[in-house]
């Protein structure tokens, strides 16, 4: 009941100083609203590398070249050959599929761009396979006859309106766009190594173009609707290993093997035994890095949460400007009503009452500039998420953590002139004009 | 019902030291209509707060119901106010924002009285002191002798069984004072004990018994 009387004075008080209480919304307003997206953000990043993590596989270990190492001759580096031993030595994984990619130059009738081409195996259709298949995928008779097949990425649109602010984003793969335009399944196109990479290889490559016959079109899904967390793969054109190896690269270098183990609880144990087995085959050299679902997962949200507090600790000064301005209608509110805390007073109301009374208005100030703030993080998120899908997720405790906190700052705020205001005698109160 | 042996009241420290209560004690019975008469600034409001419990005493004693008041807790003190003690003030003291029905419900929130007993208790108070149908009615529209009478309603919300009246009549027209001290009046007949501090004689006449005050003492 007493809660009742408190609510309803607060009301009265936050009608009757609209500026100051305002002032004092805004502030927590902005606040909130700043924690709601951040919360949203962290959220929402977790939620999407889960999805994206169980689309791809929790078993997956991805073996990489260490950028970091210095080639000192003594190891072959990660090649095509590694996959061949993971293959022999663990029979029962399910899925191994080695990966190498490069720039090249192709053309089809007056087109022409550089696309990143991947040779890769059948396998990586095993791997967050999340495209729409025109045609046909690569397959097995490809790989063995070293077949100028390969299979084209284009570009899966917009689900929604284009975000107006991704129009202002020219940078679009030239040749994703083309297709998109141009239904290449079935023609034939030139494709050969890249300036750029005929020169890292040495001139002696043959930059010749060859013609590879396009068997399917991978269609993405919609970029606003793309459930990898890790986003597009970058890659354009798709051929079988042996294709990409005897036309494009010539070496058996590999960019990284995918390994899917099956059950992620088999993780170290895959983890370790692969790390000796390469390590044995690099001669001691540790030149590839062996990392699993979690550590990719810890990296990635360690890079979320620290970009995460730079709003967060935009949010904190907002809420620490609207607490200050709790603070100031509180001793406001407490000093126009001295007379009415005498009167209380004497009515037999205790100095617990009289803190409770002004805490809940401070509290009530805070949940109405907490609750129009999550309002105002809602609709950011509502826009932003068109083109981040991150944002996509929502969890109740969202709303109501960002309001409990806004509630909870002015609780801080308040409490300190409350309880002068619960202390005053009330034959002094009562006395004050 | 209440007592005060060498009550002792000084504001203030050295040479602004003020005494506003030298050396009295009274006995006040129960179902006693007293007044406390005076001029300005002789003690009587300080008198009337300190036998209300809203000040504490310098030095003296001061007893309800036969049990020392000097020394309690704030929390007890209020508790007592709650329960024992009804005020009637001058300036009415109503809470503008409340309605006059809101302002009699105020004492019993804070004594917990359930809300169906709360409800009906305030319509029986209003209708009590003649204002049933203006339950709704703010404080701003009220008249004065409305809103005293209010202020009785209230006073009496939590049955106490003391009620201290500081000037009660004093903003009032003759008519309205007259319907106050009429209502009051009733309510001592009924067994309430009830202290009045006034500056007006003829109505302190009314009184069983007259305290005249002087510079902080009682006069014999």
Known sequence: ?433 | MIKLEGAVKIYGKGEAAFTALNEVSLEIKKGAFSAIVGPSGCGKSTMLNVLGLLDRLTHGKSFLDGHSVSGLADSRLSSLRLKKIGFVFQSFNLLPRLSAYENVCLPMRYGSVPAREMKKRAHQLLAQVGLEGREKSTPLELSGGQKQRVAVARALANRPELILADEPTGNLDSTSSKEILDLLMRLNSGGMTLVMVTHDMNLAALAGRIYKMKDGRIED
């Open chain 1, 1 to 433: 009941m007493i809660l009742g009387i408190a609510l309803k004075s607060g009301l009265l008080e936050i009608a009757r100083h609209k500026t100051r209480s305002f002032l004092s919304f805004f502030a927590i307003a902005i606040g909130a609203a700043s924690f709601y997206l951040s919360f949203s953000y962290m959220y929402g990043g977790k939620r999407q590398m889960e999805d994206g993590f169980n689309l791809a596989g929790r078993a997956r270990l991805d073996i990489s070249r260490d950028s970091a190492y210095m080639d000192r001759g003594i190891s072959p580096g990660l090649t095509y050959a590694d996959a061949g031993l993971i293959a022999k030595e663990f029979p029962e994984l399910n899925v191994i599929s080695p990966k190498s990619s490069q720039w090249a130059r192709v053309s089809y009738e007056n087109f022409e761009a550089e696309s990143d081409v991947a040779g890769v195996l059948m396998d990586w259709a095993k791997i967050g396979w999340v495209y729409k298949l025109r045609g046909r995928f690569i397959t097995q008779d490809d790989i063995d006859s070293n077949s100028k097949v390969c299979v084209l990425i284009q570009e899966g649109g917009w689900l929604r309106k284009k975000p107006a602010w991704r129009k202002l984003w020219k940078y679009q793969e030239k040749l994703k766009s083309f297709i998109k335009h141009n239904d290449l399944l079935g023609k034939d196109v030139l494709i050969g190594v890249s300036g750029s990479a005929a020169m890292r290889q040495g001139e002696s490559r043959d930059r010749k173009q060859h013609l590879f016959r396009v068997v399917g079109i991978l269609e993405e899904p919609p970029q606003d609707d793309d459930p990898r967390w890790f986003g597009t793969s970058g890659d354009e054109i798709i051929m079988p290993f042996s294709t990409f190896r005897k036309y494009l690269s010539g070496s058996d270098r590999l960019d990284g093997i995918t390994v899917d183990c099956g059950d992620a609880k088999k993780l170290p144990f895959y983890k370790t035994a692969l790390e000796k087995l390469l390590a044995a085959r690099h001669n001691g050299e540790k030149d590839f890095m062996v990392r699993d679902f979690a550590e990719q997962m810890a990296s990635i949200m360690s890079r979320i949460q620290e970009q995460l507090i730079t709003i967060i600790a935009i949010g904190a000064v907002a809420l620490l400007a609207g607490g200050i301005g709790i603070m100031n209608v509180t001793l406001a509110i407490i000093n126009s009503r001295v007379k009415e805390i005498g009167i209380r007073r004497a009515l037999g109301a205790r100095r617990a009452d009289i803190l409770l009374q002004f805490v809940v208005e401070a509290v009530l100030l805070g949940f109405i500039g907490g609750s129009a703030g999550t309002a105002l993080g809602w609709v950011a998120v509502d826009y932003l998420s068109r083109d981040e899908q991150s944002l996509r997720y929502f969890a109740f405790w969202i709303p109501a953590v960002s309001v409990l906190i806004a509630m909870a700052v002015s609780f801080l705020f308040a409490i300190v002139p409350a309880w002068k205001a619960s202390r005053l005698e009330p034959v002094d109160a009562l006395r004050y004009e």
